[in-house]
């Protein structure tokens, strides 16, 4: 598959099957996301993979909607504040730029497995930091809901015209 065809390919989805995500796969897909670049290769992330029924029944509550429910893993993703790069010049933290990298990874890395991802950054995050228990300087960027689509449609994307967004040698 061409590149630009797994990138057409991926898009979020919100109804999952029931059928489990094989283990292989979660390994596959973890290691996309290892091999993400990041600032000075820090890799100031954690993934935490929950697969277990009892688990995620648990953990829903950090994000209240139904068709989170549906999907049989979730990958919670932190950022090691610690860990991240700080720019000298101004201090900014590139922590979230690294981990949206790495979370990219996972997207089109299930993609190609043939499974769907949902990028999710509206949850709670005090409450998912409370259920793991982390320390102050790790912190919840993402939930990445992931499994077989229950509709094999790819769904049309809404894109800004290349001619919006891409200036040649100025703004």
Not at 39 to 60: C, G, M, R, S
Not at 85 to 96: A, M, N, Q, S
Request: proline share 6%; glycine share 4%.
């Amino acid at each position: 598959m061409q590149f630009i065809d797994l990138v057409q390919q991926r898009h979020s989805v919100r109804n999952f099957s029931a059928k489990p995500v094989e283990h292989e796969k979660l390994e596959s897909i973890l290691e996309a996301a290892r091999l993400a670049p990041s600032a000075v290769n820090f890799q100031p992330w954690h993934f935490i993979v929950l697969t277990e029924k009892d688990v995620l029944e648990e953990f829903y509550p950090v994000y209240h909607r139904d068709w989170f429910r549906t999907a049989p893993a979730v990958i919670v993703v932190l950022g090691d504040h610690h860990q991240g790069w700080h720019r000298k010049e101004d201090g900014k933290d590139h922590t979230d730029i690294d981990v949206a990298i790495a979370v990219d990874h996972i997207t089109l890395a299930a993609t190609e497995l043939g499974l769907g991802t949902c990028w999710v950054c509206n949850f709670h995050v005090s409450q998912c930091a409370e259920f793991f228990k982390l320390p102050s300087h790790l912190e919840p960027i993402a939930l990445i809901p992931l499994g077989y689509p229950e509709e094999q449609a790819i769904p049309a994307k809404k894109r800004k015209k290349a001619s919006e967004i891409i200036h040649w040698n100025k703004f």
